[in-house]
């Protein structure tokens, strides 16, 4: 049961324009939400974060969009560089039984961004 | 400040062989998760410690097992090794203070089960 998901595997855009990365989820507990780049042969690394109680965070060039009654939020990346090129990975955190806090992933968008 | 360290970069085991892999959290955090992340799939997680006990567990069998040491490094284990157990594996470090506490990847283990 994938509590996130990410549909599209793939997204190829030019630089300078908008680059939007969607992602939805089901679980209604989830109360913060994050989008990790990775490129290859690194960790991820967190880009930009929101939670719960927003419905908007801006970071520079990254904007994300948390919609909870679509259970939806995407990334928007205004304008895409070639350096933006990596896998996308959206996030939920989660609290576990034991009371810890761990993230859900969903399967992660390759943007491409083509100069 | 130092990042979240991972040794070793890859690793080939056979099937039915053990497996420690290791990670040094960043300076002054307490907590570590595991990640493993399968080829094509976002990571899932395995388990966290905090202050040296197991935390919090995912859906992974108990031959996947930790430990934290007072340093706060940590050691994932992996008995009994089975060919879908090939893939990456990432460590996590937090510094659980309140509210969300952000987690910091290392690079990851590659981890082939032939």
């Known amino acids: 049961d994938q509590q996130v998901k990410q549909n599209s595997p793939s997204l190829s855009v030019q630089e300078g324009r908008i680059s939007i990365l969607n992602c939805d989820y089901t679980n209604s507990m989830f109360d913060y939400f994050l989008w990790y780049k990775k490129y290859p042969a690194e960790g991820p690394t967190s880009l930009i974060s929101?939670?719960?109680?927003?419905d908007k965070n801006e970071d520079g060039r990254f904007t994300v969009f948390l919609n909870k009654s679509a259970k939806h939020l995407s990334l928007h990346i205004v304008p895409s560089q070639p350096g933006d090129s990596a896998v996308y990975f959206c996030?939920?955190?989660?609290?576990?039984?034991?009371?810890?806090?761990?993230?859900?992933f969903g399967k992660g968008t390759k943007l491409t961004v083509n100069p | 400040e130092t990042g979240v360290t991972q040794s070793p970069t890859h690793l080939i085991k056979t099937r039915g062989q053990q497996v420690t892999l290791r990670c040094s959290s960043q300076s002054g955090h307490n907590t570590v998760s595991w990640y493993q992340q399968a080829l094509g799939q976002g990571p899932q997680f395995i388990f966290q410690y905090y202050r040296e006990e197991e935390n919090g567990r995912g859906n992974f069998p108990p031959r996947f097992s930790g430990l934290q040491f007072p340093n706060y490094s940590s050691e994932l284990n992996v008995n009994a090794l089975e060919l879908d157990d090939s893939a990456l594996y990432l460590c996590?470090?937090?510094?659980?203070?309140?509210?969300?506490?952000?987690?910091?990847f290392g690079p990851g283990t590659r981890l082939t089960v032939l």
């Open positions: 929101i939670s719960s109680i927003k």
């Open positions: 996590a470090s937090s510094l659980v203070v309140s509210g969300y506490n952000e987690q910091f």
């Open positions: 996030a939920a955190s989660a609290v576990t039984q034991g009371g810890s806090e761990k993230l859900v």
